[in-house]
């Protein structure tokens, strides 16, 4: 028995996928706006031709909460469909800043705890102490991140479903 991955599956282990369609743009933006008009007590969301962004529609509103962003494009004569599952861009930007951030400060700190040892100043005597607390709070972006994918977990399954039940349909099977 051959058991066939679909393009969908693939998003378990990372959360985008690619796939190839016979329907024009606007043939799959009507079709995407027509199922979200369909479900609007479970999706919310902006479709036009190039691009679509849906999110499941929930009582609260957590800083995590995911989205599924969907563009259209045209590649060697076919459409492409790319989707991306994750948090709000503005949400993704700040925890990489963050992550960046910290990790230039913990740099920073024990690079001048270093040099001072090397050439025995005792001017920072603070370095390595800041250095550590560097590390914390790039422990702390990294639970917090968790934290709001595992609160999300319920969210990014319907989002699933919502690209499975409204693309999946579309895909051009390979010859």
């Given at each position: 028995?051959?058991?066939?991955?679909?393009?969908?599956?693939?998003?378990?282990?990372?959360?985008?996928?690619?796939?190839?369609?016979?329907?024009?743009?606007?043939?799959?933006?009507?079709?995407?706006?027509?199922?979200?008009?369909?479900?609007?007590?479970?999706?919310?969301?902006?479709?036009?031709?190039?691009?679509?962004?849906?999110?499941?529609?929930?009582?609260?509103?957590?800083?995590?909460?995911p989205r599924l962003s969907l563009?259209?494009?045209?590649?060697?004569?076919?459409?492409?469909?790319?989707?991306?599952?994750?948090?709000?861009?503005?949400?993704?930007?700040?925890?990489?800043?963050?992550?960046?951030?910290?990790?230039?400060?913990?740099?920073?700190?024990?690079?001048?705890?270093?040099?001072?040892?090397?050439?025995?100043?005792?001017?920072?005597?603070?370095?390595?102490?800041?250095?550590?607390?560097?590390?914390?709070?790039?422990?702390?972006?990294?639970?917090?991140?968790?934290?709001?994918?595992?609160?999300?977990?319920?969210?990014?399954?319907?989002?699933?479903?919502?690209?499975?039940?409204?693309?999946?349909?579309?895909?051009?099977?390979?010859?």
């Amino acid at each position: 028995m051959k058991t066939e991955e679909t393009t969908l599956d693939k998003i378990r282990t990372r959360p985008r996928f690619k796939m190839f369609t016979h329907l024009s743009k606007e043939e799959y933006a009507e079709n995407l706006s027509k199922y979200l008009k369909k479900h609007k007590d479970e999706f919310s969301g902006n479709v036009n031709k190039e691009v679509a962004t849906i999110w499941a529609q929930t009582p609260y509103d957590n800083y995590w909460k995911p989205r599924l962003s969907l563009r259209v494009e045209v590649e060697d004569d076919d459409i492409a469909i790319r989707g991306v599952f994750g948090p709000s861009s503005a949400v993704w930007t700040f925890f990489m800043f963050l992550y960046f951030s910290f990790s230039i400060l913990w740099m920073t700190f024990f690079t001048m705890y270093y040099v001072e040892k090397q050439i025995k100043s005792y001017e920072f005597p603070w370095a390595l102490n800041a250095s550590f607390a560097m590390l914390i709070c790039i422990a702390a972006t990294y639970a917090a991140a968790r934290f709001g994918q595992s609160k999300a977990k319920n969210e990014m399954q319907k989002l699933r479903k919502f690209a499975e039940e409204s693309t999946l349909q579309f895909e051009k099977k390979k010859d």
